[in-house]
């Protein structure tokens, strides 16, 4: 039952995804049909926001690639402080943070885990960029580790406004966003659960309304996970 309502779920957030940039191609075509004198700079812009929309449905089918087929995990063992140093470094250089400051604290020794470095950078990178979005341009990210009981833990937190009960427990579900439309597709989670379970991992979520939220990568080190 639960896998039904989870295909359910899917299928509706495709129709809507891919329903929506399809609706503005058609509306556009339809403006250039009826205005075949249109001038040639306007012609230009309405021939871009078709091309931008195309690009959006390619997006959204890629994405959804990844999703139904993950690619194939190949798993080593992985020192995760290195991978958060080298991560935050990477978001850095990129300048997609603006105001938003990005930390690192980090637990020394902390034992490796078994798993594949890119795809386990891409989690990290998600978490950052929904953490950058829900502070709407200013305030703090902090990439943590610890271990401890067999466990490896990699966390990235902000001190934004949180999350409320009712969409926290829809967050990981295919297309589900808070975001508006052409802003994201609502697969970033759902694609980063399916990696970390690749790894023998899960992810935890702790966040109250006003108090930042935080979500949690729990692996088992390497030589724990028999």
Known sequence: AEKL????RLSAGVAHEIGNPLSAIKGYAEVMMRAPDMDDEKRA???????????????????LLDYS???????????VNEAASKT????NSQGVLKNVGLRL??????????ADPGQLSQVIINLILNARDALGGEGEITISTSDGG?????????????????IRDKIFDPFFTTKDPGHGTGLGLSVSARIVEAFGGRIEVISEPGNGAAFSLVFPAAGDNE
């Open 5 to 8: 309502a989870s295909l359910g």
């Open 88 to 91: 935050a470094d990477l978001v």
């Open 45 to 63: 812009a309405f021939l871009q926001n078709l091309l931008d929309e195309v690009g959006r449905i390619d997006r959204i089918i890629r994405t």
């Open 150 to 166: 067999g466990e490896v833990t990699v966390t990235v937190s902000d001190n934004g406004p949180g999350i409320g009960p009712d």
């Open 105 to 114: 604290d980090l637990a020394p020794a902390v034992p490796p885990i078994e």
């Open 69 to 79: 087929r993950p690619k194939s995990v190949s798993l080593r063992p992985l020192d």
